[in-house]
């Protein structure tokens, strides 16, 4: 018989455990089986909303990116304890601080590569999210390490806290026969995590919009670069169906609160798709600007691609990024979606405006989105 043992937990992150609690038993693995003492914020209270709690103690890391600061928001709402880890200077993380009442968000520095530190924040969670992703790679952090060792670290380390929700992000069209090494080590970080906590959630997001997001945004500041917009086949070989970074969001924190959500693996895609021609056709139609699109070999857009890549900081685009955004969006029928989890997904025409106002000039500004025709979609 696994012998049973009572978990201290380090009290530099949250109040003490009161030993008054009674102890609540959690799975930690096939065989051996952990006691977690109820911290005081795993107790619903309250009537709702940010100064009450939720009873969900969340540690959310890829907090500081774009769809962390949404899905903190989102949890901080609900009165939700939030630990977020970070590896930036405090300064910077510092504007997620008011999405929470007072004490509700927690900041900790952690290395993604000491094991010690990710125990440390995921110790008094119920709950463990995982967003941590980057579009290019470095020197120091490639596409394996942030798509597949790091994940299955997180969720090895949850799994032996005895977590009972671990919830991972992935990509709809996460394939390991895609041209794009981004999407092959997502596709590859969805098997580590399941093999290491196999009642993980898994989400698959096609490419989201929002205000900071690196897809809308993107094309539009491609009118610095010239009077055109260079596609591969002009675009109209690719089909996308985008979802709004907030309805990502809310289904995060609904699979949190569905207890039928474990093991699941969601496909969270927009109603309506869209031809990439198209698509960017209504980008610069909504930001009231110009748009001629020019066919561009993929070897020459590489080529250009390339010459971004050299950049030391953030490069403006590579050459995996034109891969992937000229990769049609899979459809999986058989996967639950945003329906599943409550929620009607808004439609790019609903909240495109509130990405590409910015893009306009100033007599545009105030100019009515009925006045944008609608952009074409397609079936297939």
Request: net charge positive.
């Amino acid at each position: 018989m696994a012998a049973v043992t009572l978990v201290s937990r380090p009290v530099n992150v949250l109040p003490r455990i009161s030993s008054a609690c009674s102890p609540v038993v959690l799975a930690a693995g096939p065989v051996a089986v952990q006691h977690r003492q109820i911290h005081h914020a795993l107790i619903p209270k309250g009537k709702g909303g940010r100064s009450s709690s939720s009873g969900i103690a969340a540690t959310v890391f890829g907090a500081t990116g774009f769809l962390g600061r949404y899905v903190v928001n989102r949890l901080g709402q609900i009165g939700s304890q939030i630990v977020i880890p970070h590896r930036c200077d405090q300064y910077d993380v510092m504007y997620l601080r008011p999405m929470g009442d007072l004490g509700q968000i927690i900041f900790m520095e952690w290395d993604a590569r000491d094991k010690e530190s990710i125990k440390r924040a995921i110790a008094h969670s119920s709950v463990v999210i995982n967003l941590v992703g980057r579009e290019w790679e470095t020197s120091n952090y490639k596409f394996e390490d942030v798509f597949v060792t790091i994940p299955q670290q997180i969720a090895k380390a949850s799994r032996e806290a005895g977590v009972t929700k671990f919830i991972h992000m992935s990509h709809l069209n996460a394939d390991i026969r895609s041209t794009s090494k981004y999407l092959r080590n997502k596709a590859v970080g969805e098997i580590a995590v399941r093999d290491e906590f196999p009642d993980a959630i898994i989400m698959k997001p096609s490419e989201f919009f929002g205000r900071e997001d690196r897809f809308f945004n993107h094309f539009a500041n491609m009118r610095w670069f010239g009077k055109a917009v260079p596609l591969i086949a002009m675009g109209k070989k690719t089909v996308k169906q985008p979802c709004h970074v907030v309805d990502v969001a809310k289904a995060i924190a609904n699979a949190i609160k569905d207890p039928d959500a474990k093991g699941k693996t969601y496909a969270l895609v927009g109603p309506n798709r869209y031809l990439l021609h198209d698509l960017v056709e209504y980008v610069y139609a909504v930001a009231y600007r110009p748009f001629v699109a020019y066919p561009m070999p993929r070897p020459l857009y590489h080529l250009a691609a390339r010459f971004f890549e050299m950049n030391p900081f953030e490069p403006w685009t590579t050459r995996d990024k034109v891969d992937r955004f000229h990769t049609t969006d899979m459809k999986y029928p058989g996967l639950p979606g945003f329906e599943d989890l409550g929620i009607t997904p808004s439609s790019v025409e609903q909240k495109a405006i509130e990405v590409l106002r910015r893009h306009r000039r100033f007599r545009f500004l105030e100019a009515e989105l009925g006045e944008t025709k609608p952009a074409k979609t397609v079936t297939y």
